[in-house]
């Protein structure tokens, strides 16, 4: 396997807490760490209990837990009955959202004293469903129920809204982007729930929102982005509403390239801003998308709302009175400009004007397509220059990127945001644990649109980093296989140069079953098609040897793989590049890597028997650079050893002038200054040191382990322990029949094994 260097990231030393890593592994685990009880009928589930009865999870790791397998999407009944038992769980503050979910599997919230209910976009239940599952202290108590985007139609298409009268208790409701409508939903939820303070009704069919100035008195947030509520019928509402605190009338912008802003209906912004006594508690308001409001109007409004702690103004359009133009409100003076008499530090703006205003729409839109991709556009022209790493943009584009994975536009941007967030040296000071993060949206995206070139490309950019690669602990095979599919997929000279270079790192690694996987003839055939072209070229560029490195560690420890590789004309092949490129270290020492682990393989050793091709490795066993000279000796080695009588009966004379050369070669090499190469174990080595072996072939291998436990031992002397390594090595110091360069090296490294071995062995 090819050695890769290691790079240092300097995050290493803020690590996350032990109970983050302590979960993270339980949810990524869960399956293995519990017991399962099939279900006892067709219509039941598998329920999921710890294998240690004795555990137990307070509160908060409890909803800890259950919030972690939320955002990985991985709730569904069998994972949510692991909460069914009060005695091992507690939750008070429980996240169900997108999860997939039966009325039995919803038991499980049962015992639970619950106050604050996060089910968003549950599929499989409707919202009736939830609200009944709940047990009888909840249903009396629950404060908050966030239901956005979980259906309230039933299996028969009735929309049913009655069960939200249960919940006399509630405070906070969000209904967004559901059914909720004026038939039996608004008035009822109004007359229903008298501690009502907080109300969603964003992106809902509701017509009239009049009943909402029944809860007036008691009213202290109200959400309606993008409602269908007439101007006329809105503007009355909010002119009466003197207790509200936080209001959002933003709508939805449909942005074009060549048709502009996309609204539907006018909103006299200007007449309701410039009273004097609209809204007198509001600290927070949202008129997002609405154009038509005047500069001066603005002002006014702040003037008489000197608390005033937010503005929401993405994508709204002001008119300059003396030409008519329309400008981004957001970009007034006196929102940008520090200096500015008028400005206020302490107001947070949304807009697109600089990047304060930028972030703070991450922040807050994250739920929102549109806005998102038009912030995320901004975003891209301004962290094309950045300097220094800003982990805190990172974390502000990752949760909008998970929200709206089929949204093209998102995507698009926001993988390119990533790419100059985490290019070339800002890696290095971004937390590992946000970099894993950045590297699982990636691959979502790379997966939903798997023929988007762009989009495709952006994924690469981002993922080509040693940091990311070498560093971050990640799904490396799903990874891998997403870039051999856009590699197989796309005829682009820089995406294929990315595209293996990023394999030839992950190749080394996943395992061995897993680069049979990607060894298979489909990804075999295109990496031998771009070595044939380089050769074609006369080219040894860094694609070439990128791709030499990804065939090398994808052969590696995997017969299949190398028989794939040869069915496919891969050894021609490479016979014919150590031909056109004499004397390019890196390309032979690639090309022998990559040959000796057909070597390794004893069933495929005979096609390496050709004369031409074995007098070529010979002449590069006996040449000065010492990384070439290693791995054709590798490849002698292993073919000496074989001691097939059918294999030397007429090559005898050639064996023997082999073994000449490989004892004179490994004697005459001096020590290197670093590590040559990488192994993923050693057992092709262990076959070599039999006590009656061949003395030349033994030598190269004691050779070769000595190296890499010397150069590297802190990996090296523990495997080459655990693997058995100790046992054949004093066998061969006992046989009558090693040579004394053998045994020599051989105590070498036992001596430098003693360090890792426990005190009596």
Same mark, same amino acid.
């Given at each position: ?65 259950? &919030? ?26 429980? +996240? ?31 919202? @009736?469903?939830?609200?009944? !599952? ?47 409508? @004026? ?24 017509? @009239? ?101 937010? %503005? ?17 409100? +957001? ?24 990047? $304060?205003?930028? %972030?703070?729409? =991450?922040?807050?839109? /994250? ?15 301004? #962290?094309?220059?950045?300097?220094? !790493? ?12 998970? @929200? ?15 790419? /100059? ?24 995206? *790379? ?36 870039? *051999? ?20 790192? =992950? ?52 017969? #299949? ?13 490479? *016979? ?19 040959? /000796? ?12 028997? $050709?004369?031409?091709?074995?007098? &070529? ?113 004093? #066998?061969?110091?006992?046989?009558? #029949? ?24």
């Amino acid at each position: 396997m090819e050695r890769l260097t290691m790079s240092k990231c300097e995050c290493e030393e803020s690590p996350n807490s032990l109970q983050d890593i302590c979960l993270d592994f339980i949810s990524h685990n869960l399956y293995s760490l519990c017991q399962q009880t099939p279900a006892e009928d067709k219509t039941g589930f598998t329920r999921l209990a710890f294998k240690d009865s004795e555990i137990y999870f307070h509160r908060e790791l409890s909803e800890e837990l259950l &919030h972690r397998l939320s955002k990985q999407y991985a709730l569904n009944d069998a994972v949510l009955s692991l909460f069914a038992n009060s005695k091992s769980t507690r939750l008070k503050r429980a +996240c169900i959202k997108n999860a997939v979910l039966s009325c039995k599997g919803l038991k499980a919230l049962s015992c639970h004293r619950i106050t604050d209910l996060d089910a968003s976009w549950v599929r499989g239940v409707t919202v @009736n469903d939830i609200i009944g !599952a709940l047990g009888e202290w909840t249903t009396g108590h629950l404060q908050s129920l966030n239901v956005s985007g979980t259906t309230f139609v039933n299996s028969s298409k009735f929309c049913i809204v009655i069960s939200l009268s249960m919940l006399k208790s509630l405070k906070h409701l969000n209904v967004s982007y559901t059914e909720f409508n @004026n038939n039996l939903g608004l008035e009822l939820v109004v007359d229903s729930l008298k501690q009502l303070e907080s109300l969603d009704i964003s992106h809902t069919p509701i017509t @009239n929102a009049s009943p909402i100035l029944q809860c007036r008195e008691r009213l202290r947030s109200l959400s309606m982005f993008q409602v269908r509520v007439p101007d006329d019928n809105l503007m009355s509402i909010v002119e009466k509403l003197n207790h509200l605190r936080h209001l959002d009338i933003s709508r939805e912008v449909l942005v074009h390239p060549f048709s502009g802003n996309q609204q539907s209906g006018k909103f006299n912004l200007s007449r309701m801003m410039e009273m004097p006594d609209i809204l007198p508690s509001i600290t927070h308001i949202d008129i997002s998308g609405r154009d038509g409001l005047m500069e001066r109007s603005l002002r006014i409004f702040l003037d008489n709302h000197p608390h005033l702690e937010f %503005l929401g103004l993405l994508l709204t359009k002001s008119v300059v009175p003396e030409t008519l133009a329309m400008i981004d409100l +957001c970009a007034t003076d006196f929102l940008t400009n520090e200096h500015h008499p008028d400005y206020r530090q302490d107001l947070k703006v949304t807009g697109e004007a600089n990047e $304060k205003q930028v %972030l703070e729409a =991450l922040k807050r839109y /994250n739920n929102r397509a549109n806005y998102m991709h038009k912030t995320l556009c901004t975003l891209f022209n301004m #962290t094309q220059t950045l300097e220094k !790493a800003r982990a805190d943009i990172v974390q502000l584009i990752l949760p909008g990127m998970a @929200n709206h994975r089929q949204h093209l536009g998102v995507q698009m941007a926001a993988s390119a945001c990533l790419y /100059n967030l985490s290019k070339q040296q800002l890696a290095d000071n971004i937390h590992i644990s946000v970099l894993k993060d950045v590297i699982q949206v990636t691959m979502d995206a *790379m997966e939903t649109f798997p023929n988007h070139q762009q989009l495709q490309k952006n994924a690469l950019l981002t993922l080509c980093s040693d940091t990311i690669l070498q560093d971050v602990t990640f799904d490396r095979f799903r990874a891998a296989k997403l870039v *051999m599919d856009c590699l197989c997929t796309f005829e682009d000279a820089s995406m294929s140069r990315m595209a293996v270079a990023i394999c030839s790192i =992950l190749a080394a690694k996943i395992s061995t079953e897993q680069t049979a996987l990607l060894g298979s003839k489909p990804y075999m055939k295109k990496l031998l098609n771009i070595v044939k072209m380089k050769a074609e070229e006369v080219q040894a560029d860094v694609t070439l040897k990128f791709t030499l490195s990804a065939l090398w560690n994808l052969t590696d420890e995997s017969p #299949t793989t190398c028989s794939i590789f040869l069915n496919e004309g891969g050894l021609e092949l490479l *016979m014919h590049i150590l031909e056109i490129f004499p004397n390019e270290t890196a390309v032979e020492t690639k090309v022998l890597g990559l040959i /000796n682990n057909i070597a390794e393989v004893k069933e495929l050793r005979y096609t390496l028997l $050709k004369q031409e091709f074995i007098q &070529h490795v010979k002449n590069l066993l006996e040449g000065d650079q010492i990384e070439v000279s290693y791995f054709a000796a590798g490849i002698i080695a292993h073919i000496a050893s074989d001691n097939d009588q059918e294999l030397w009966t007429q090559t005898h004379n050639l064996r023997q002038e082999l073994l000449r050369s490989l004892h004179g070669a490994i004697i005459g090499w001096a020590n290197p200054k670093g590590e040559m190469v990488a192994y993923r174990s050693f057992s092709p080595f262990f076959p070599l040191l039999g006590p009656d072996g061949i003395a030349e072939v033994q030598l190269w291998a004691v050779w070769a382990i000595q190296h890499v436990c010397t150069k590297n031992s802190v990996r090296y002397c523990p495997m080459l322990i655990k693997e058995g390594g100790v046992i054949v090595l004093k #066998t061969l110091l006992t046989s009558h #029949t090693t040579s004394e360069d053998v045994r020599k090296i051989t105590e070498n490294i036992l001596d430098v094994l003693k360090q890792y071995l426990p005190a009596n062995q």
